[in-house]
């Protein structure tokens, strides 16, 4: 027997399929690069590109071991001097959070890393690191570590290539192959 409640469920679903039927397709098409790069931009906005390369390829930089035990906090421009143009110098230094028992081998390691960090950017972005001992806890899932074991990746692979044989293109099929992996990895 149908009772009152199934028949609101049932009128609710009618209305819904009428109005799905009803609408037309009302939008194009677009890229994903297009929709994430509004993404990007609001970091941008919000850090700006130095700031931004630095937090997202902070794992690089650095490594894992520092990555788990330090964060960068802000980049602070230092007045120097007036060049020969009469334009105002500025040096740049990255604030980095440290856990206190890490910070002398941070410290050791810092002209490394501000080299590294230059090289990013193909210029002497930043000039010196700025240490705050401060207790940092990562627990950042984006480290991987070599002990983990990673399942039979061309088992993976072939799954995959033979779920979308028709790729021409590369790029896209190698992107897709390594999506895949990581996808089965963290499972």
């Given at each position: ?61 650095v490594g894992p071991f520092f990555a788990e035990n330090s964060e960068p906090l802000k980049i602070v421009s230092i007045f120097v001097e007036k060049n020969e ?64 074991k990673y399942k039979n990746t061309s088992k993976i692979i072939e799954e995959i ?27």
């Open positions: 027997m149908i009772s009152q409640f199934d028949n609101i469920i049932l009128y609710i679903i009618e209305e819904t399929m009428k109005n799905i039927a009803s609408k037309n397709r009302n939008y194009k098409p677009s890229k994903i690069g297009d929709s994430l790069r509004n993404i990007n931009q609001k970091f941008q906005y919000r850090f700006g590109k130095l700031e931004f390369t630095i937090y997202s390829k902070w794992l690089q930089i143009s009469n334009e105002d110098v500025f040096h740049k230094f990255l604030h980095v959070n440290v856990t206190p028992s890490i910070a002398v081998e941070f410290q050791h390691f810092q002209n490394k890393i501000v080299e590294k960090i230059n090289s990013f950017f193909g210029y002497s972005a930043i000039r010196g690191i700025k240490i705050h001992q401060k207790l940092v806890i990562n627990n950042n899932n984006n480290i991987k570590y070599s002990n983990i290539k033979s779920t979308n044989p028709k790729i021409n293109d590369k790029k896209l099929q190698q992107s897709i192959i390594n999506l895949g992996i990581s996808i089965e990895n963290d499972e």
